[in-house]
């Protein structure tokens, strides 16, 4: 059997990425997570995993064949990784990290999160996405603002987002995790085309049927209420947004995966019933 750990398992690319890999044969499936009791899907066997408990790494690594690596959002995320792997550093590592992270300065945390993969794990994969689209369909995030007030708040400035699918992203973790060949390989991973956010407001706003709003406030106005290292970051990611950073379009996902990245209206149409204001968000 081929051990595959997860952490993240509950997350968006983890949860569909242990959908794909249940039931493949020869492949048993462990699912990091705080909490085991709310891993529900049948087939993962969930393990303590907790970042903010060094102790939980060892044993949920123990008898690993391959681990997929969801950067965890934290200021030590770099130490704390390399910690980790430091445990088991035969153990091949595919991480998610974020498109762009190669044209950042070597002391950015993001680069530091992939330099502690590179130089600690022998065998590694780095997924870099763009956005998930899964941000429209998440009430973390927009979905429920996209509901109820028909708008959603996002710092561009004009440039488009290459936005992906997590299932295409999970498509290619798959392949990375059970496949030696993609060791030391970094894909980019993107969707068919850069969306700007007007567009992408006309294509939630078709798929809801009624009007939905792209609100380019700026970024101190988003970030405010939030401190110190979170509020760096997030204002780091939003300026990265508005440079275009985001906009680049790759084949990435075709050329691992064999198949099409899906494009952003073929995602909000399936979704449509998401977007639709409900009766008591009208009160």
Same mark, same amino acid.
């Given at each position: 059997?081929?051990?595959v750990?997860?952490?993240?398992v509950?997350?968006?690319?983890?949860?569909?990425l242990?959908?794909r890999?249940?039931?493949?044969?020869? $492949?048993e499936?462990?699912?990091?997570t705080?909490?085991p009791?709310? @891993?529900?899907r049948?087939?993962v066997?969930a393990v303590?995993f907790?970042w903010?408990?060094?102790g939980?790494?060892?044993?949920?690594l123990?008898? !690993?064949?391959a681990?997929?690596l969801?950067?965890p959002?934290?200021e030590?995320?770099?130490?704390? $990784?390399?910690?980790?792997l430091a445990?088991a550093?035969?153990?091949?590592?595919?991480?998610?990290? #974020?498109?762009?992270?190669?044209?950042?300065?070597s002391?950015s945390w993001?680069?530091?999160?992939?330099?502690a @993969?590179t130089e600690h794990?022998r065998?590694?994969t780095?997924l870099?996405?763009?956005w998930?689209m899964?941000?429209?369909?998440?009430?973390?995030?927009?979905?429920?603002?996209i509901?109820r007030?028909?708008?959603?708040?996002l710092?561009?400035?004009?440039?488009?987002?290459?936005w992906i699918d997590?299932?295409? $992203?999970?498509a290619v973790?798959e392949r990375?995790l059970l496949?030696?060949?993609?060791?030391g390989?970094?894909y980019?991973l993107?969707g068919?085309?850069?969306?700007?956010?007007?567009?992408t407001?006309?294509?939630l706003s078709?798929?809801?049927?009624?009007?939905v #709003?792209?609100?380019? !406030?700026p970024?101190a106005d988003v970030?405010?209420?939030?401190?110190g290292?979170?509020?760096? $970051?997030?204002?780091?990611v939003? #300026?990265?947004v508005?440079a275009g950073?985001f906009a680049?379009?790759?084949?990435?996902?075709?050329?691992v995966t064999g198949?099409?990245?899906r494009?952003?209206?073929a995602f909000?149409t399936?979704?449509?019933?998401?977007f639709a204001r409900?009766?008591r968000d009208?009160?």
């Open positions: 059997m081929t051990r750990l997860l952490t993240g509950r997350g968006k690319t983890g949860s569909e242990a959908r890999l249940v039931g493949r044969p020869g $492949i499936v462990v699912g990091g705080r909490d009791r709310r @891993v529900a049948a087939g066997t303590v907790d903010d408990d060094p939980t790494g060892a044993a949920a123990e008898g !690993a064949d681990v997929y969801v950067r959002d934290i030590n995320a770099p130490e704390r $990784i390399a910690s980790l445990d550093p035969h153990v091949p590592i595919v991480l998610l990290s #974020e498109l762009g992270a190669g044209n950042l300065d002391s993001v680069a530091r999160v992939e330099r @993969v794990a065998h590694w780095l870099r996405p763009s998930f899964q941000v429209f369909t998440d009430q973390r995030f927009y979905r429920d603002a509901r007030d028909g708008r959603f708040v710092p561009a400035g004009g440039a488009g987002i290459s997590a299932r295409d $992203i999970a973790a990375a496949d030696s060949a993609h060791a390989h970094v980019a993107t068919p085309e850069a969306v700007d956010l007007p567009a407001a006309k294509l078709s798929a809801a049927g009624r009007t #709003e792209h609100d380019d !406030a970024v970030i405010a209420g939030l401190n290292w979170d509020a760096q $970051i997030a204002a780091d939003y #300026e990265r508005r950073a680049a379009v790759t084949d990435d996902v075709t050329r198949m099409p990245a494009p952003l209206e909000v399936e979704h449509a019933k998401l409900r009766a009208a009160r």
